[in-house]
């Protein structure tokens, strides 16, 4: 491989050619390590009472103790807590008998109080591990480094720029409804071993550990509003070293794809950084969504440099272990041992699975079905039709203005014979316009089957009359020549006549 002219350390990544993927591969052995930030659906903050409501008014859901004030003291959030023991137990960590809270300092204006309450030495949950299924359907085992509670920042919003990024804005606003908001932070250990398949496995890891929080009803998981946040540590070294080469962190990656877009990424533009005789700068880096780079943010920090130190204000966590298996009995089953069962309860192969799950359509497939419908329609339903209108809106599948419950009505209507397919998603249609639930939108609409023979038989005399030749060539024996006829009728009635029952009178009359 041919070196490239050297590259200043100080450099920016768009000033550098990526390497092709596979030539970063020849030389260099990938190794990631994931920290996940989850907020928790909790009725209240992590210290306080106030609420965590998403999407209301800057500013509102703030108090004395969350923005920081003087003589202010913080409560620790029990919910929080079990949430945070819950979490550490579905992912096979040990669960501390004595942890505690500390201040990590450091100045930010989305930091009301100049240091964050965390924890450092001591964390509620360590040593677990998480298994994920690629694409292939191989199993790769993901080894977690800690589960520990803390409270979430606030919300800046950049002015004035193009992006809505701090790089050419003219000044920002801050939104403290969310800091104090509890927050877990699920640090993994070093990812080795996955050679070219690293962004793969990133991604795969993020996926499964949303679907597992989500299992737990812990959080509701929307990287779009923040509630997971995925910090992605990337770094290289050279094949036959043992000694990691320097990180940088990708940070607040906010999707699946971005995930695994990022660290391909990072691994690009280390390689040609180092191969054109530059240094690695351990920093953050933000990652641009629209053309799928990363640029420099800040030097990343040491753990020294936040003085961490024991908040003096709150008392150690000491969970008994009764409470701990009190609350291990509430752990789900796991995500992928339900997806594992489902799919052989639904009879569907490897490869179909893979495409629901991709869809994001298992558990709304899982509530259709517990609503009445059979499991075929219910996956034809959401994978096909529903998939396609969610693309259409730019939404996912959850998003989309109908329940299960309501596709399950609509597969009833056709299974009752009142709608056919086509009219079927006439009333889909309806439903996600919010115009009812589906027999009234039929019925608004006039879509039902008509299965009055008074009305049919007129439809049918009118194309028999219309179509003489036709009449004759069914008389003469060819029956098949009565789909001619069917269409006629079915045109005429807007689609609305049973095409089956509509054929019985054809023939009838032609005999």
């Not at 913080?74 to 819950?86: D, L, Q, T």
């Amino acid at each position: 491989m041919t070196a490239s002219p050297r590259i200043d350390a100080d450099f920016d990544a768009r000033s550098v050619e990526p390497l092709d993927y596979d030539d970063v591969l020849e030389t260099y052995d990938p190794v990631l390590g994931m920290e996940v930030h989850v907020e928790l659906h909790t009725a209240t903050k992590m210290f306080c009472p106030c609420p965590t409501t998403f999407g209301a008014e800057p500013n509102t859901q703030v108090c004395a103790v969350c923005l920081g004030l003087p003589g202010a003291l913080p409560v620790v959030n029990k919910a929080a807590v079990e949430s945070a023991i819950r979490i550490g137990l579905a992912l096979n960590c040990s669960i501390a008998p004595w942890s505690q809270f500390a201040r990590k300092n450091y100045f930010y204006p989305d930091q009301p109080k100049n240091y964050q309450i965390s924890q450092y030495e001591e964390p509620i949950a360590s040593d677990g591990y998480l298994d994920v299924v690629l694409d292939t359907g191989e199993v790769f085992r993901v080894d977690i480094e800690r589960a520990h509670m803390e409270e979430d920042t606030g919300k800046l919003t950049h002015m004035g720029g193009n992006t809505g990024r701090i790089e050419g804005a003219t000044h920002s606003l801050v939104d403290y409804n969310r800091a104090g908001v509890p927050l877990i932070e699920i640090v993994s250990k070093p990812i080795e071993g996955a050679g070219a398949r690293a962004p793969e496995v990133a991604r795969a890891y993020v996926t499964a550990l949303r679907d597992l929080l989500k299992a737990l009803d812990v959080s509701d998981v929307r990287m779009d509003q923040g509630s997971l946040r995925c910090d992605a540590n990337v770094s290289l070294r050279p094949h036959g070293r043992e000694e990691f080469g320097t990180r940088t962190e990708t940070k607040n990656v906010n999707s699946l794809k971005s995930v695994e877009v990022a660290v391909r990424y990072e691994m690009r533009r280390q390689a040609a950084v180092l191969e054109g005789g530059g240094e690695i700068i351990q920093e953050t880096r933000h990652f641009q969504e629209a053309d799928g780079t990363t640029s420099p943010g800040r030097k990343k920090e040491t753990a020294d440099d936040y003085r961490y130190f024991p908040d003096p204000d709150l008392q150690p966590i000491e969970p008994d272990t009764g409470w701990i298996e009190e609350l291990r009995a509430t752990l789900p089953e796991m995500p992928w041992l339900r997806r594992a069962r489902i799919q052989t309860e639904w009879g569907v192969s490897d490869e179909v699975m893979r495409d629901i799950v991709n869809a994001g359509a298992v558990e709304l497939i899982i509530a259709t079905v517990d609503a009445g419908a059979p499991s075929d329609a219910a996956r034809s339903w959401w994978v096909s039709y529903l998939t396609q209108k969610a693309n259409i809106e730019g939404v996912s599948l959850v998003d989309l203005a109908i329940t299960p419950t309501q596709v399950a009505a609509v597969v009833e209507l056709v299974a009752s014979g009142k709608l056919n397919n086509k009219l079927a998603r006439e009333v889909v249609d309806g439903v996600l316009a919010g115009e009812g639930e589906p027999v009234d939108v039929m019925k608004s609409r006039g879509v039902e089957i008509v299965r009055d023979d008074s009305v049919l038989e007129k439809a049918v005399d009118d194309a028999l009359a219309a179509n003489p030749g036709i009449v004759e060539k069914i008389k003469g024996g060819k029956v098949q020549a009565a789909g001619a006829i069917v269409g006629a009728v079915m045109k005429a009635t807007k689609g609305q006549a049973d095409p089956g029952r509509v054929r019985e009178l054809i023939i009838e009359k032609c005999q």
